[in-house]
């Protein structure tokens, strides 16, 4: 066994430095805590592509005095619209100034490089240790502590080790038997200037084209200076048990359907690099002793409801603040009543959310009537109801009877009560999941 060369002992060691470890690291942080984060890469980074951040988490990151810096990266657009892939018809849309209005807090649509950067520079200046080329491989607990131990025979003890380490977590498996399950959809990344994205872009708005078993988003990065684009489709080859899905090839196949604008946007895409989206079902233990699961690691979803890392970051502000709530005067924290308050709200969210994400694919990447009845439903959804949002944009709950309600499903076959663009009235409030 060997120690670490750094001479104190951390109060938290993270295991992983993506957006959840290091906005993780940065909440405990802040509260003077001494914390290490162990990332298994050469160096701290992400992918090169876009992600959007609702007000649950925009709100987070004005408490962290990170969201001006954040909306200067990136861009604030005004509208979310929702179109038929196959017509490229209007469904739905959300006011997003609006939007602001409601919750609080924007909309903002940033490149992940530079969130990550955000983060990585606010833990530098927090003072929290951010050491690379450390494979976590195993974790062990005594009383009041947790060790996790390297590749390289390292152990790194604290009194709370956080495992942040992704859909494939090693922590994970400490907790249960289970596997990602894969859905046997598959996404395509890309960045483009926007002057070279050979149609005429409207970077005021974040579309999503649904369109059967696929779907195409596209939103402005950069102040508007690059274009985002993700591409995601159902693959035959996953479908039929083969390895080798998931495609260029199939990619193509897959959106010939879909209208010129999205046509139009696929050359865009990088063709070397694709991802197999995996989601792992539900859990309700998040703890063990000293050890606390934490973003993709404890819930890993589908990326419909864009909320995955957004969960993350809420995951580190809730634990921050019951460790703040529940400091003593001497400044030390009540550990094992902060992971408690934790895992007492976390995971039952994260389960509506995952299990959100999972109803919601099914709803974009219908086909036949049952796209129809979808489109009209969405059709009659107004503008301003926020009832089916309330839920996930609302200020993030650090108790359990903080936590919204979530809405009510209605059944696709009600849009068989539209005629000729009409709904009947008691219909206008309902929701299309
Ligand atoms: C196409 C797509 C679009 C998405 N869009 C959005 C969106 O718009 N909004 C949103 O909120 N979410 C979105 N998501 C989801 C989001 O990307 C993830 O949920 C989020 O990045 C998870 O962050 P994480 O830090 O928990 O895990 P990860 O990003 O996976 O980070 C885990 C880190 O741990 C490290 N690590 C792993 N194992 C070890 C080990 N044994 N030892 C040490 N280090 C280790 C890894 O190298 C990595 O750095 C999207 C996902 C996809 C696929």
């Given at each position: 066994m060997r120690t670490p060369d750094i001479a104190s002992t951390p109060d938290v060691v993270i295991v992983g430095g993506g957006i959840g470890g290091l906005s993780t690291a940065f909440a405990l942080a802040r509260l003077g805590l001494r914390i290490r984060v162990l990332e298994q890469a050469k160096e701290f980074g992400e992918v090169g592509a876009g992600i959007q951040l609702a007000p649950n988490c925009t709100r987070i990151l004005e408490d962290y005095g990170l969201l001006d810096a954040a909306k200067a990266l990136g861009v604030v657009p005004d509208r979310m619209v929702m179109r038929?892939?196959?017509?490229?018809?209007?469904?739905?849309?959300?006011?997003?100034?609006?939007?602001?209005?409601?919750?609080?807090f924007p909309y903002l649509v940033i490149h992940?490089?530079?969130?990550?950067?955000?983060?990585?520079?606010?833990?530098?200046?927090?003072?929290?240790?951010?050491?690379?080329?450390?494979?976590?491989?195993?974790?062990?607990?005594?009383?009041?502590?947790?060790?996790?131990?390297?590749?390289?025979?390292?152990e790194h003890r604290a009194a709370v080790v956080i495992a942040a380490d992704g859909l494939h977590s090693v922590a994970r498996a400490m907790f249960l038997d289970d596997r990602p399950v894969s859905s046997a959809y598959v996404a395509y990344r890309g960045t483009v200037p926007v002057a070279q994205a050979g149609r005429p872009v409207d970077l005021s708005e974040v579309v999503v084209h649904v369109g059967p078993g696929c779907h195409f988003v596209h939103y402005g990065l950069r102040g508007g200076d690059l274009l985002n684009q993700v591409a995601v489709f159902e693959s035959p080859r996953a479908r039929a048990g083969l390895d080798d899905w998931g495609t260029p090839d199939e990619l193509d196949?897959?959106?010939?359907?879909?209208?010129d604008t999205v046509r139009r946007g696929l050359p865009h895409m990088w063709r070397d690099k694709w991802w197999r989206m995996y989601d792992r079902d539900p859990i309700s233990t998040w703890v063990q002793g000293r050890i606390a699961l934490l973003g993709d690691a404890a819930h890993p979803p589908l990326q419909y409801m864009a909320q995955g890392a957004i969960m993350a970051i809420e995951d580190g502000w809730v634990l921050a603040e019951h460790a703040k709530r529940l400091r003593a005067a001497d400044r030390t924290v009540d550990w094992s009543g902060t992971l408690a308050a934790y895992a007492a709200v976390?995971?039952?969210?994260?389960?509506?959310?995952?299990?959100?994400?999972r109803a919601w694919g099914e709803l974009w990447h219908l086909d036949g009537i049952q796209r129809e009845r979808r489109n009209a439903l969405l059709r009659a959804r107004a503008v301003h109801d926020y009832s089916f949002i309330d839920w996930i944009y609302g200020p993030t709950a650090l108790f359990p009877e903080d936590e919204p309600a979530m809405?009510?499903?209605i059944p696709l076959a009600s849009a068989d009560r539209i005629h000729a663009g009409r709904v009947a009235s008691a219909d206008h409030r309902e929701h299309v999941l």
């Amino acid at each position: 066994m060997r120690t670490p060369d750094i001479a104190s002992t951390p109060d938290v060691v993270i295991v992983g430095g993506g957006i959840g470890g290091l906005s993780t690291a940065f909440a405990l942080a802040r509260l003077g805590l001494r914390i290490r984060v162990l990332e298994q890469a050469k160096e701290f980074g992400e992918v090169g592509a876009g992600i959007q951040l609702a007000p649950n988490c925009t709100r987070i990151l004005e408490d962290y005095g990170l969201l001006d810096a954040a909306k200067a990266l990136g861009v604030v657009p005004d509208r979310m619209v929702m179109r038929d892939a196959v017509d490229g018809r209007e469904l739905t849309a959300l006011d997003l100034r609006d939007l602001e209005r409601r919750y609080g807090f924007p909309y903002l649509v940033i490149h992940r490089s530079d969130l990550h950067a955000l983060f990585l520079d606010a833990c530098r200046k927090a003072g929290v240790e951010l050491l690379t080329e450390q494979r976590v491989v195993s974790y062990t607990q005594a009383a009041d502590t947790a060790t996790a131990r390297t590749q390289d025979g390292v152990e790194h003890r604290a009194a709370v080790v956080i495992a942040a380490d992704g859909l494939h977590s090693v922590a994970r498996a400490m907790f249960l038997d289970d596997r990602p399950v894969s859905s046997a959809y598959v996404a395509y990344r890309g960045t483009v200037p926007v002057a070279q994205a050979g149609r005429p872009v409207d970077l005021s708005e974040v579309v999503v084209h649904v369109g059967p078993g696929c779907h195409f988003v596209h939103y402005g990065l950069r102040g508007g200076d690059l274009l985002n684009q993700v591409a995601v489709f159902e693959s035959p080859r996953a479908r039929a048990g083969l390895d080798d899905w998931g495609t260029p090839d199939e990619l193509d196949t897959a959106f010939e359907g879909t209208c010129d604008t999205v046509r139009r946007g696929l050359p865009h895409m990088w063709r070397d690099k694709w991802w197999r989206m995996y989601d792992r079902d539900p859990i309700s233990t998040w703890v063990q002793g000293r050890i606390a699961l934490l973003g993709d690691a404890a819930h890993p979803p589908l990326q419909y409801m864009a909320q995955g890392a957004i969960m993350a970051i809420e995951d580190g502000w809730v634990l921050a603040e019951h460790a703040k709530r529940l400091r003593a005067a001497d400044r030390t924290v009540d550990w094992s009543g902060t992971l408690a308050a934790y895992a007492a709200v976390r995971p039952e969210h994260c389960r509506r959310v995952v299990l959100t994400a999972r109803a919601w694919g099914e709803l974009w990447h219908l086909d036949g009537i049952q796209r129809e009845r979808r489109n009209a439903l969405l059709r009659a959804r107004a503008v301003h109801d926020y009832s089916f949002i309330d839920w996930i944009y609302g200020p993030t709950a650090l108790f359990p009877e903080d936590e919204p309600a979530m809405f009510e499903p209605i059944p696709l076959a009600s849009a068989d009560r539209i005629h000729a663009g009409r709904v009947a009235s008691a219909d206008h409030r309902e929701h299309v999941l």
